[in-house]
Structures are given as structure tokens and as C-alpha cells.
């Protein structure tokens, strides 16, 4: 039986043929509701939007006049309306509103692997690179003065005292003593622990 017979049936009284009318034309309101879930989004799935389009078919039934056209027609019609009113979007300027084409973070996704992700997991976040670079400059930082303190460690008290107050403190030393602390922090055994530092 068409669309329009059943339709038309309907509207003589015969309310028992509804469900037989949705079975009909709701593949067409699931993938109408899958594009508006898609692009509009709103909070609502596409099971919501199905529901609506339960809904604007009992709309659209009330309003078709045999004769006049093909129901999926009509229904096409009462189904946008009713999409545009149930996801917020009455105006030319609300489906324009940036706020309103906004996508969640948590839309599914897959990666070329076909792992399911979010789309969360692949836009970059600069204030967590910038959180990261901070982590691995502290990090960085807390070694090499480790590596320097063992260095300085190995040294005796006047050459250790020599090297802190010229490089640290930015005072005169005796040079004799400086260069005997800078020669045994290029030996081999201690400078191999700075070396990465410089």
C-alpha cells in the first residue's frame, strides 16, 4: 500500500494503520534525524530526532490533502519544521549562531587504525603543551643541578667555594685556585655527567 492510501485511510478514521504508515516512512525520518544529529547536533540524538518525526508524521497527516501531492512530500516539509523547532533553531540567525553549530568534544571518531576516540583526543590543547614544555623545563632544570652539585661535590672546599662564588655569585676569586676546580671538572669521569647540560 503507498504512502498516500495509507494516509488517506487515516484521515477516513482508520487510526489502526499509524503504526503501518510509520513503518513506511520512518527509514526516511532515521536518516533525515542521522544528518540533523550529524550537522545540528543540540543535544539530541538521532533516537530523539526519530521521535520527533514520529511526531511531525502525525503533524503532516493532519495537514495533507489527498490530491494536493505526494505525503512523503508534505511530510518532508513537517519534518524539517519540526526538526528546526524541537533542536532551538526558529530563525535564519539561531542555525547562524556559531554557538549553535558547535560540535561536543566527545563526538565519536576513528582513527586510521578504526580505534574509536573522541574528537577531544585529537585537537590540541596549547595550554597543556605549554603545561608540558613548563614540566619538562622544571624537569630539566631539577637534573642539571643535581649533575652540578654532584660535580661540585667531588672538589675540594676552596676550588667548591671558588666555582659558587664566581659562577653563582658573580665575585672575584683567586684565579689559581679557579683554574685547578675548572680542570678537574673537565675530567673525563665528571664531565661526562655535565655534558649534557651544556
Same mark, same amino acid.
Given at each position: ?5 495509507? &494516509?488517506?485511510?487515516?484521515? *477516513? !478514521? @482508520? /487510526? ?7 513503518? %513506511?516512512?520512518?527509514?526516511? &525520518? ?16 538521532? @533516537?530523539?530526532?526519530? %521521535? ?9 497527516? !493532519? ?18 519544521? $519540526?526538526?528546526? $523547532? =524541537? *533542536?532551538?533553531?526558529?530563525?535564519? /540567525? ?7 553549530? =558547535?560540535? =561536543? ?12 576516540? *573522541?574528537? =577531544? ?5 596549547? *595550554? ?9 623545563? +622544571? ?6 643541578? $643535581?649533575?652540578?652539585?654532584?660535580? +661540585? ?15 653563582? &655569585?658573580? %665575585? ?7 683554574? @685547578? &676546580?675548572?680542570?678537574? +671538572? ?13
Amino acid at each position: 500500500m503507498t504512502n498516500e492510501e495509507l &494516509a488517506s485511510m487515516i484521515q *477516513s !478514521g @482508520e /487510526r489502526g494503520k499509524v503504526l503501518e504508515l510509520w513503518e %513506511q516512512v520512518r527509514r526516511f &525520518a532515521w536518516q533525515q534525524g542521522k544528518k540533523w544529529a550529524a550537522y545540528h547536533g543540540h543535544g539530541m540524538e538521532v @533516537e530523539d530526532y526519530a %521521535q520527533v518525526g514520529f511526531l511531525a508524521m502525525l503533524d503532516a497527516l !493532519g495537514s495533507w490533502k489527498n490530491g494536493e501531492g505526494r505525503f512523503l512530500t508534505w511530510y518532508a516539509m513537517r519534518l524539517k519544521a $519540526a526538526f528546526t $523547532a =524541537s *533542536s532551538g533553531q526558529r530563525t535564519q /540567525r539561531d542555525r547562524m549562531d556559531p554557538l549553535q553549530t =558547535s560540535m =561536543s568534544l566527545e563526538m565519536p571518531l576513528q582513527d586510521g587504525d578504526g580505534k574509536q576516540i *573522541s574528537l =577531544s583526543d585529537v585537537i590540541p590543547d596549547k *595550554s597543556a603543551e605549554r603545561d608540558v614544555e613548563r614540566v619538562v623545563e +622544571l624537569d630539566f632544570a631539577r637534573r642539571r643541578r $643535581a649533575a652540578v652539585r654532584q660535580a +661540585l661535590s667531588g672538589l675540594p672546599e676552596d676550588q667548591r667555594r671558588a666555582v659558587i662564588l664566581r659562577y653563582w &655569585a658573580g %665575585q672575584p676569586v683567586d684565579p689559581k685556585t679557579h683554574q @685547578e &676546580a675548572l680542570r678537574a +671538572l673537565r675530567r673525563p669521569a665528571v664531565s661526562r655527567g655535565l655534558r649534557e647540560y651544556l
